[in-house]
């Protein structure tokens, strides 16, 4: 089990800029795939990206492509995610969540792939 704790949510307005990051503690990290989700007000959970182990591979939704950009660093057992051209759509409560398959699965868009989740951060972008 990894325990996520996110932060960078924040106030911003359409067309700016944020960077999430998500701090992982535990032994196991550096093994487990990880996503970022997203959830807004009277909507169900969605997902956004996930990066594989090694952040070699990276797989988004359509609406986010070009736009936001996933990367970690295992050393430090840091996820990122940077949030550039920023709609009011994307506002939401963001999470971060651990897929313990790691190295023998592949990358999950579904929520029920992930065994841990942080407790998230909310971004809203005015228009």
């Known amino acids: 089990q990894v325990q996520l704790v996110e932060s960078g949510g924040g106030l911003v307005q359409a067309g700016g800029s944020l960077r999430l990051s998500c701090a992982a503690s535990?032994?196991?990290?550096?093994?487990?795939?990880m996503g970022w989700f997203r959830q807004a007000p009277g909507k169900e959970r969605e997902f956004v990206v996930a990066?594989?182990?090694?952040?070699?591979?990276?797989y988004y939704i359509d609406s986010v492509k070009g736009r936001f950009t996933i990367s970690r660093d295992n050393t430090k057992k840091m996820l990122y995610l940077q949030m550039n051209s920023l709609k009011p759509e994307d506002t939401a409560v963001y999470y971060c969540?651990?897929?313990?398959?790691?190295?023998?699965?592949?990358?999950?868009?579904?929520?029920?792939?992930?065994?841990?989740w942080g407790q998230g951060t909310q971004v809203t972008v005015s228009s």
């Open positions: 535990g032994q196991m990290f550096s093994s487990y795939h």
């Open positions: 969540a651990a897929d313990h398959r790691g190295y023998i699965g592949s990358l999950s868009s579904t929520p029920g792939a992930y065994d841990d």
């Open positions: 990066t594989d182990w090694s952040g070699e591979r990276s």
